[in-house]
């Protein structure tokens, strides 16, 4: 039988106590809407609780309150909040030195100041993207290509570390973007360009008589040493410029790099030293983009994790555009007459990554 409160209830239409007589079923959000909209247009007087002692009853039942909006399930509270959860998870950004930590050539307390650093002063080594026109009237792109094409040659016929030809390439740029040179002399800055790159980077350096040997004679050994003087000079003895291969080598440890991956963008990244429109962006973002175009052609799919965007500070979208450019120049590395880097990394040292085929989805 009903109560006299519960019959004045339904019969006057109090929608409050309405509300509160909905306890003991599920609520709805249709039912909890309404209830919402209802309470906007109340006013705070009738919003306020009441004080009677049944009232009070009713809601420290814990069985009897509401449930809320949000948890409203046949599962439990807490199983939704796990589900939520679940949800909104976010892929954790990796340490990649907590491994090195006993290892100190990692300097794990200082690699993070160091490549802060690096990013920092990375712009102090580039030059201009349109220094070919502007400072050079004999020679052009496409012999910078033909020279940069052979040194990765000579590069690898005198087992020089990787460093020495990244550096190589800086100074011959930097150097070409202040001083005008003829064509019958860019081979020569070339040859004194890893002269010094190696007394940079080596323990063994070619003596000035391999250089001689390397040009076929072509030019002399006085000949060498003044190119060297004069490049030293125009460069202010500025050797210490972080290159793309210093990146490199710390985004591969944030991809979490096996030795397929680590040939494979050392593939691609030799491919765009090659390519003076690659000029215009900075080592970091080129070594990052080598890194991201490598993964998706040994995995045939766009990956680029959290921790790979956390090191690198570049977005998977930020490289898209360089990354097709990449691919393009990965299809016909084979093709035509600059085939230096291909044969290089088409052989067992390198794990045969110039036979890759090129992640063509990219450009669809």
């Known amino acids: 039988m009903l109560n006299k409160r519960a019959l004045s209830s339904h019969a006057n239409g109090n929608d409050e106590n309405n509300a509160v007589s909905q306890v003991h079923r599920p609520m709805t959000r249709k039912l909890a809407a309404q209830i919402a909209n209802k309470k906007q247009c109340f006013p705070e007087d009738v919003l306020k609780p009441k ?18 909006m949000a948890l409203e399930t046949t599962e439990s509270p807490k199983d939704h909040m796990e589900v939520e959860m679940e949800d909104i998870f976010e892929e954790p950004v990796l340490d ?7 290892n100190t050539l990692a300097v794990v307390e200082y690699v993070a100041d160091l490549y802060a650093h690096y990013r920092k002063t990375e712009s102090f080594g580039m030059v201009s993207p349109s220094y070919m026109v502007a400072q050079q009237s004999d020679i052009n792109e496409k012999m910078r290509a033909i020279l940069i094409d052979w040194l990765i040659e000579v590069h690898h016929k005198f087992d020089l570390q990787h460093e020495t030809l990244f550096l190589t390439v800086n100074l011959i740029d930097r150097f070409l973007a202040k001083q005008n040179v003829v064509r019958k002399k860019l081979q020569l800055v070339g040859l004194v360009a890893m002269l010094l790159a190696c007394k940079y980077e080596e323990v063994s350096v070619p003596v000035v008589d391999d250089l001689i040997f390397i040009s076929d004679k ?25 290159t793309a291969y210093v990146f490199l080598k710390r985004y591969l440890k944030a991809a979490q790099s096996d030795s397929k991956l680590e040939q494979m963008a ?40 959290k921790t790979c965007e956390w090191h690198t500070n570049y977005s998977e979208h930020q490289l898209l555009e360089c990354s097709r450019m990449i691919v393009g120049y990965h299809e016909k590395a084979g ?6 880097a291909y044969r290089k990394y088409n052989i067992s040292k390198f794990g045969y990554a110039a036979k890759c085929e090129p992640a063509k989805f990219m450009l669809t």
């Open 51 to 68: 004080e009677s002692s049944e009232s009070f009853k009713i809601f420290e039942d814990d069985e009897a309150q509401p449930v809320p």
């Open 96 to 102: 990649i030195d907590s491994s090195d930590t006993n």
């Open 218 to 242: 072509a030019y002399s050994r006085s000949e060498i040493l003044e190119m060297e003087k004069l490049m030293l000079n125009t460069l202010e003895f500025n050797m210490s410029v972080p």
């Open 266 to 305: 050392s593939y691609l990244i030799e491919l765009c030293l090659v390519e003076y429109e690659m000029v215009k962006f900075a080592p970091s973002f080129l070594a990052a983009v080598t890194v991201y175009t490598a993964q998706c052609s040994l995995y045939g799919f766009k990956q680029w994790s």
């Open 335 to 340: 093709t035509g007459r600059l085939t230096g």
